[in-house]
């Protein structure tokens, strides 16, 4: 029984002393050294987030932390996309690694690609990895080295054009004096793709155009199609406007993020444009009415705390 009370008396005076030594800073408090992100198993559903987070201690002895929690999240133009904690955590004398999954929630692509597209193809990444370090002997410490960085994409940079182009359709031969692709309305189930085509008809009788075909892709995932039946007529030696209004479905898009994933964070996305001409009671197809291809990348996660 004597033995048991000294050794009680020991342990709270080894308690008292480490009490002291935080207090006046004669020990350091365990802090983040560095965190290192890469993706993982990419899924239909979700996708990995792999964090290896070392925790450094710097004094010269090992000290046993109760509980460590460690919650890590990810959140695009605020939308809170990957979600991962571990808990009970011990740490060792120096520098102790630990490994955190988190889960990237691919359905909420859709919700993300609205913001980026409203807020000019922009988007604000927030990686918040909080380390709770809560120990029995001292106040509970938060350490959170919070990364924010911006992520831009001009999908549309190179698709307007002002330099006259021919296309040919058996003995008709048409010249694009101007083509114009921006964005138009934004919703919950489509983005709009606005054409603007300026063409002249250089023959003595007006063409019409009864119909027009489109299919936009990124990385061969289809995420928009359809065709327009409006009857454009192109007038005898003048320019006709013509506006073609486009839709992307954005249930589509967790489907192309994970192709994106899966191919280094690189895509390609492609527009092709095709349509029928009507010229003295023929018909002409025209394969290349407007064909766009443009390759962009992204860098998440590429970043080291």
Do not use: C
């Not at 922009?122 to 992520?151: G, L, N, R, Y």
């Amino acid at each position: 029984m004597k033995k048991r009370r000294i050794v009680g008396i020991i342990f709270l005076l080894f308690i008292g002393l480490i009490i002291i030594g935080f207090v006046t800073g004669i020990l350091s408090i365990p802090s983040i050294k560095n965190i290192n992100n890469r993706w993982g198993e990419v899924t239909d559903k979700t996708t990995e987030i792999i964090s290896n987070i070392t925790i450094e201690n710097n004094n010269p002895f090992k000290i046993t932390i109760p509980r460590v929690d460690v919650d890590y999240s990810l959140k695009m133009n605020d939308i809170k996309m990957a979600h991962g904690t571990i808990d009970n955590i011990n740490l060792e004398k120096g520098d102790t690694t630990i490994e955190v999954t988190s889960y990237f929630n691919n359905s909420k692509i859709p919700q993300w690609w609205i913001s980026h597209i409203k807020n000019n193809e922009t988007t604000i990444v927030k990686i918040e990895p909080i380390v709770v370090i809560d120990a029995e002997f001292i106040e509970p410490h938060t350490d959170t080295p919070s990364k924010t960085f911006t992520i831009e994409t001009n999908l549309l940079e190179s698709v307007n054009i002002v330099n006259e182009t021919t296309i040919e359709a058996g003995p008709i031969n048409l010249t694009f004096k101007l083509i114009s692709v921006n964005w138009g309305n934004v919703n919950d189930d489509i983005t709009e793709l606005l054409l603007v085509l300026n063409l002249y008809n250089p023959f003595p009788v007006s063409i019409p155009i009864p119909k027009i075909n489109y299919k936009i892709s990124i990385n061969e995932i289809i995420i928009g199609n359809g065709k327009i039946e409006d009857s454009f007529v192109l007038k005898s030696y003048n320019d006709t406007l013509i506006n073609i209004v486009t839709n992307i479905d954005n249930d589509m898009l967790d489907n192309w993020f994970v192709s994106h994933l899966q191919n280094n964070e690189i895509s390609i996305l492609e527009i092709f444009v095709n349509s029928t001409i009507n010229y003295y009671d023929f018909i002409y197809k025209i394969d290349d009415f407007l064909v766009y291809t443009h390759e962009f990348d992204t860098d998440i996660l590429g970043y080291t705390i």
